[in-house]
């Protein structure tokens, strides 16, 4: 599912209660605010299963939004970024997802693969290793992890 620009401005829970009370928010057909709802819900539902461990649920809430913005930048979409495909481009965008989120979050290598759904920390060890490898992949590791910090920063 595509995301609509125009609901960006709303948080889940708003776009829940707009909804339910069949608010019209910008105009809005209650068609399309149901559509992006359930993709929400999706997105979400893709992460939580990738932080199963309870003690981890607030990381996973914090990790949500970077996972969404890691897919967007890779043009991709969070299930395709925490489940098994092993295309290339999935697969090198897995890795600098992962090569980020150990630098920024300052997360264990557990951690990092147990949040992309993956096996364990072998896997986060490897994405290191692809990304420092990689002249390409370090230069877009060093572009995601810019615009994320300055999307923080603006927000």
């Not at 709303?10 to 559509?35: F, H, I, N």
């Not at 600098?96 to 630098?103: E, I, L, N, R, W």
């Amino acid at each position: 599912m595509s995301s609509n620009p125009e609901f960006e401005k709303y948080t889940l829970e708003e776009l829940k209660q707009g909804y339910l009370d069949r608010l019209q928010l910008s105009e809005v057909p209650t068609m399309a605010l149901e559509a992006e709802r359930a993709r929400r819900e999706e997105q979400m539902k893709a992460i939580q299963e990738g932080a199963r461990i309870a003690w981890k649920q607030d990381l996973a809430e914090r990790f949500c939004a970077y996972l969404v913005f890691t897919a967007e930048h890779f043009s991709t979409t969070v299930s395709d970024m925490t489940g098994p495909g092993r295309n290339q481009r999935l697969a090198d965008a897995r890795h600098v997802g992962m090569f980020v989120a150990m630098k920024v979050y300052r997360m264990s290598q557990k951690d990092v693969a147990t949040l992309f759904s993956r096996k364990d920390h072998s896997s986060a060890i490897h994405a290191r290793k692809v990304v420092t490898n990689r002249p390409e992949l370090l230069e877009e590791a060093k572009v995601l992890e810019s615009k994320w910090i300055n999307r923080n920063r603006n927000n």
